[in-house]
């Protein structure tokens, strides 16, 4: 059964820093590329940013650039969002899933960024 327990979230500051995780199983996680998900409310999800499954490559999109980090510890299934430099429109419930969203989706973890 697969499964994906993300977590980390929380209310920050603008500026503020989280390090989400998410713990994977039922799946060969350690052969597949992941990636961070969002949705704010009212909004598609979208795509945060993805990593091959031996860490070689990883991708952001444009509006997190240089204030995410997409990592992985394939010993431990696990993928990890740190996030810095926290803005407003951040502000969303994050969820990790394959790169292309096709495994169920766990519960999410909410993230807020507000003064």
């Known amino acids: 059964q697969v499964q994906l327990v993300e977590s980390g979230g929380g209310l920050v500051p603008p500026g503020g820093s989280l390090a989400l995780s998410c713990v994977a199983s039922g799946f060969g996680f350690s052969s597949t590329t992941m990636s961070w998900f969002r949705q704010a409310p009212g909004n598609q999800r979208e795509s945060v940013a993805s990593?091959?499954?031996?860490?070689?490559?990883?991708n952001y999109r444009p509006s997190v650039k240089g204030r995410v980090t997409i990592y992985r510890d394939n010993a431990k299934n696990t993928v990890y969002l740190r996030m810095d430099s926290l803005k407003s429109e951040d502000t969303a419930v994050y969820y990790c899933?394959?790169?292309?969203?096709?495994?169920?989706w766990g519960q999410g973890t909410q993230v807020i960024v507000s003064s």
């Open positions: 899933n394959g790169a292309s969203g096709r495994l169920p």
């Open positions: 990593i091959t499954n031996a860490s070689l490559t990883t």
